[in-house]
């Protein structure tokens, strides 16, 4: 098994008394300390590390955040085209000299780069900022298209957001194209409905390995998620903190629901985390683990990083059960108005619903 000693010093806070025997699963471990090795094998063999580091928003930042959270041991890294972040992930995974063979990474296409021909091309725009040959993961960010040409977003005169003219099954098609040349590993989509899902396993010829979506225990999706699940689709779960990021309660679309409360102030949250000597946004995160899906936190901060990276422990029954209360259908991602595209309209949370 491979060591990896930590470099970040900061102690994660214990909560309680009574810690609860570690997991097996541990990259490193110390009587305080379990980095998460854990690893999903995705639908078409794929390995998938079960921690990933999230880098939407603070791009100045990232590539000391990257940097630093390949060095706590995280081998996930997720970012999108629109995050502006793929240069600065390349320069730190260079810094850090972690082994392109020892990393797992993601990224999205864009909403104006859905015409298949154009496809490849940002593709390939991606992966030498990333400095790579190959793309573990690309998903398509959203199911909209947008108009084809350099604006990322594309509004009228009216201020309405101007569509393309294919669908996300001609860029599925596309995608498709990017596994058999070897350029991307696996593919997968992003924030798309049941029936969106639905129509790419009827008109695709590959099954989505991944659906990145918005789930957290204020969003806890269950049907969808059993859905996804009889169809081999794995679940990695966005904004895993729900509320936390600071985005949600900026952006027009959120403000009023991501004000009403943060996740990681529920005191069942809190209860639990005492019982396990974690914290609530561990408990968060574990309850996702637990579940069989990934989980890709963003955090600038070095006592997070490694916090996050810890968060792999098992949950009692009673304790999945109390957090399954806590399902409000809060979905905070929704920019379905902005976007022109009615999002998630067979999905809980929606503001269609
Ligand atoms: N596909 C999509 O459409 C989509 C949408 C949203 C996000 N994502 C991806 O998912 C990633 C994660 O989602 P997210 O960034 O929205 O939210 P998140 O990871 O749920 O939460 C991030 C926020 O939580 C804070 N935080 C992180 N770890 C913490 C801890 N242990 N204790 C307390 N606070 C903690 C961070 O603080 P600091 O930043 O100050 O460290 C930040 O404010 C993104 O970075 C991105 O890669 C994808």
């Known amino acids: 098994m491979t060591i990896i000693r930590t470099r970040t010093a900061a102690i994660t806070p214990l909560l309680g008394r009574h810690i609860r025997p570690q997991p097996t699963s541990c990259l490193y471990r110390a009587s305080t300390r379990c980095i998460s090795q854990k690893t999903y094998t995705l639908n ?5 590390p079960a921690i990933g580091f999230g880098t939407f928003q603070d791009k100045e930042q990232q590539e000391s955040a990257v940097y630093n959270a390949l060095n706590a041991g995280f081998r996930h890294i997720d970012t999108a085209k629109v995050y502006d972040t793929e240069e600065f992930i390349g320069r730190a995974i260079r810094k850090a000299g972690v082994p392109r063979t020892d990393l797992f990474l993601t990224t999205k296409l864009w909403c104006n780069d859905f015409h298949p021909d154009d496809v490849e091309p940002a593709l390939d725009e991606a992966l030498a900022k990333l400095g790579t040959e190959h793309i573990d993961l690309f998903l398509t960010h959203y199911p909209c298209t947008f108009k084809r040409g350099t604006e990322r977003f594309p509004k009228g005169e009216d201020g ?6 294919t669908t996300y099954v ?3 098609k596309a995608m498709e194209k990017l596994v058999h040349k070897g350029k991307a590993k696996a593919i997968g989509v992003s924030n798309f409905s049941q029936g969106e899902v639905q129509t790419l396993l009827d008109q695709g010829s590959i099954t989505p390995a991944v659906h990145q979506m918005e789930l957290h225990p204020y969003l806890q999706q269950k049907s969808f998620v059993e859905w996804q699940k009889s169809k081999g689709i794995h679940m990695m779960q966005f904004s895993p903190l729900a509320n936390q990021n600071n985005f949600y309660r900026d952006i027009y679309w959120a403000t009023g629901k991501a004000n009403a409360g943060r996740l990681i102030d529920e005191p069942i949250l809190k209860e639990i985390g005492e019982k396990y000597g974690k914290s609530p946004a561990q408990v968060a995160l574990a309850w996702g683990l637990a579940n069989g899906r990934s989980v890709i936190p963003k955090s600038v901060v070095d006592w997070q990083i490694t916090q996050n990276l810890e968060s792999d422990f098992p949950l009692d029954a009673e304790d999945l059960e109390k957090i399954g209360t806590l399902d409000k259908q809060l979905r905070f991602n929704d920019p379905s108005s902005a976007y ?4 998630y309209s067979d999905l809980e949370g929606a503001w269609s619903t």
């Open 340 to 343: 022109n595209w009615k999002l």
């Open 160 to 165: 309405i957001m101007q569509m393309g003219e």
């Open 170 to 172: 001609d860029t599925w």
């Open 44 to 48: 078409n063999g794929v390995k998938l």
